[in-house]
């Protein structure tokens, strides 16, 4: 991945459909033309939103897609997203002054050199051209890196005591035992051709002592298979059903008769004894179902209090007449406009 770009349309579009609109007041003539909306006194540039857009542009653009035309469905999409994007941003800003998040601009230098490195290799000058041919400043990197700094400051804090117990996760654990389950397996060989003719001839030279892989490797009609010589590994209920039965029912180093699918005709030959099934115990994976859990009842937490900040701020935060976005319902949902990066 060489791409610099933070604020692209999909993080918009992601970012709006974890929260639903900020909300407001609605069109207000107080509010400058130089900014797209005030939050609890503090403005929205409209350069801001104009670079959002221009970013939006590049990226139909990379797409070889055409840009909505202004006052279309779409058009109004983008610019709604766009603008709830640097609402809620701002939102994000004024609140993490509250719970004592502050990011430094040595904060915001570290966090760039270290995605130089990742997407450049550290080379400033691929760094350069990849923001020239996004249409992009350093300036406006710098912003972005800033915002998703704040917003990882937020989430620590708003998760930061968020623990699960060995109840809750013995609790999943039973659950969702069937995911801990691992269904008998067998190692085997075969030979799929088309035809019963061409099946039996095989089977009797089979029988007749020629060698199986390298039979499998001339005639098999099985991709998955073939260049192995045959041999695959198959689990319980994995291969369809003639097929399955065959092959967890012969004795190991067994022949069987033509097999009859739906893709034709098989040959088969068990490598190994039956691998019972197993169940992979509570302590093995105690501690990925944690983390897991630890995820969800973070991601549940942020959520909440993303939605607790919109309606907070929903009778602070004017529009500049003609940007008041239509009423959205909240999904509920969340993860996107907060990630730990």
Partial sequence: MTRIRL????????????????????????????????????????????????????????????????????????KNQALQFLVQREQFEQKAGELDVEVTDADVDKRLARLKKQYFAGNQKRYLDQLKQQGLTEQQVKRDVRAQLVQEGIYNKVTKDVKVTDVDIAAYYAKNQQQYKTPESRDVRHILVKGKVQADKLYGRLKGGE????????????????????????????????????????????????????????????LSAVKGAKTTPLKAVKATISQQLVNTKKSERMTKWVEESRKEFAKETRYQVGFTPPPTVTTGTTGTTATTG
């Fill in 7 to 78: 604020l692209t349309l999909i993080a918009v579009v992601l970012a709006l459909g974890a929260t639903g609109c900020a909300g407001g007041s609605g069109d207000d003539e107080s509010v400058p033309s130089s900014a797209v909306a005030v939050v609890a006194g503090k403005e929205v540039p409209k350069s801001q939103f104009d670079d959002l857009v221009a970013q939006a542009k590049a990226s139909y653009k990379s797409q070889k897609r055409p840009f909505p035309k202004v006052g279309t469905t779409e058009f109004n999409a983008v």
């Fill in 211 to 270: 060698n199986f892989e390298k039979l499998a490797k001339q005639f098999s009609q099985d991709p998955g298979s073939k260049a192995q010589g045959g041999k695959l590994t198959i689990t319980r209920g994995q291969t369809v059903p003639p097929f399955d039965k065959t092959a967890f029912k012969l004795a190991k180093n067994t022949l069987s008769q033509p097999v009859k699918t739906q893709y034709g005709y098989h040959l088969i030959e068990p």
